[in-house]
């Protein structure tokens, strides 16, 4: 079974830095798309940043595209997000997730089969 354990949120001034960590256990897989997406209160899902574990691709959301990187362990199956620059509008309950191949390297919501419980980041002005 597929487990995914986010860690490192927590609350931060503008202009401040976190990096959020997913520990994954439990997949088959050689290679499948991860990424991070997050989503604030009253508001839908939205994809922040993905990558394909085999390499060489990712995605960013425009809204993070030079402040956020998305980055990956291999030999510790962990995920990680770089976060610089924050603003408070980057404040939301950050989950990461995991998809099966094929995939497309999107936001698309439905091609992640497997979610983390979420990490809560909040940017203070």
């Known amino acids: 079974q597929v487990q995914l354990v986010e860690s490192g949120g927590g609350s931060v001034q503008a202009g401040g830095s976190l990096r959020l960590s997913c520990a994954a256990s439990?997949?088959?897989?050689?290679?499948?798309?991860m990424g991070w997406f997050r989503q604030t209160p009253g508001k839908e899902r939205e994809g922040v940043a993905v990558l394909w574990t085999g390499g060489l691709y990712n995605y960013y959301a425009s809204s993070v595209k030079g402040r956020f990187t998305i980055s990956r362990d291999n030999a510790k199956n962990t995920l990680y997000l770089q976060m610089n620059s924050l603003k408070p509008e980057d404040t939301a309950m950050y989950y990461c997730?995991?998809?099966?191949?094929?995939?497309?390297?999107?936001?698309?919501?439905?091609?992640?089969?497997?979610w983390g419980q979420g990490t809560q980041v909040t940017v203070s002005s």
């Open positions: 997730a995991a998809g099966d191949p094929p995939c497309s390297l999107g936001f698309d919501l439905r091609e992640y089969n497997y």
């Open positions: 439990g997949y088959t897989n050689k290679n499948y798309c």
